[in-house]
Nanobody, 122 residues
Framework: VQLQASGGGLVQAGGSLSLSCAASGHTFSDYEGGWFHQAPGKEREFVAAIPRSGGSTYYAASVKGRFTISRDNAKNTVFLQMNRLKPEDTAVYYC????????????????WGQGTLVTVSS
């Protein structure tokens, strides 16, 4: 499956962005979905995850209450709505798909998008 992330950009602190991840090449509903981010000089970190059918979602403590992950399997797309953004949210955001999970471990995901840059100015 190929993943294409989009929606990144520059936003002021307190603002919002909506990321999308479009899947192709396979039925996306067969996969768990996740979002990770990677800031310069840091390791890739878990942001949010959602199971194949939707339902229960999982978040990193740093984004819980501000970010919302969702999916539309009919459109083969996973979304990440980011509200009340902070400068520390600045990173490249990657979407991922895998068979295990939903999981916070990057190693449990089999496919990755190319990343989209989110920059939050103070």
């Amino acid at each position: 499956v190929q993943l294409q992330a989009s929606g990144g950009g520059l936003v002021q602190a307190g603002g919002s962005l909506s990321l999308s991840c479009a899947a192709s090449g396979h039925t996306f509903s067969d996969y768990e979905g996740g979002w990770f981010h990677q800031a310069p000089g840091k390791e890739r970190e878990f942001v949010a995850a959602i199971p194949r059918s939707g339902g229960s979602t999982y978040y990193a403590a740093s984004v819980k209450g501000r970010f919302t992950i969702s999916r539309d399997n009919a459109k083969n797309t996973v979304f990440l709505q980011m509200n009340r953004l902070k400068p520390e949210d600045t990173a490249v955001y990657y979407c991922a798909a895998g068979w295990k999970g939903p999981s916070s471990l990057p190693s449990n995901y089999n496919y990755w998008g190319q990343g989209t840059l989110v920059t939050v100015s103070s």
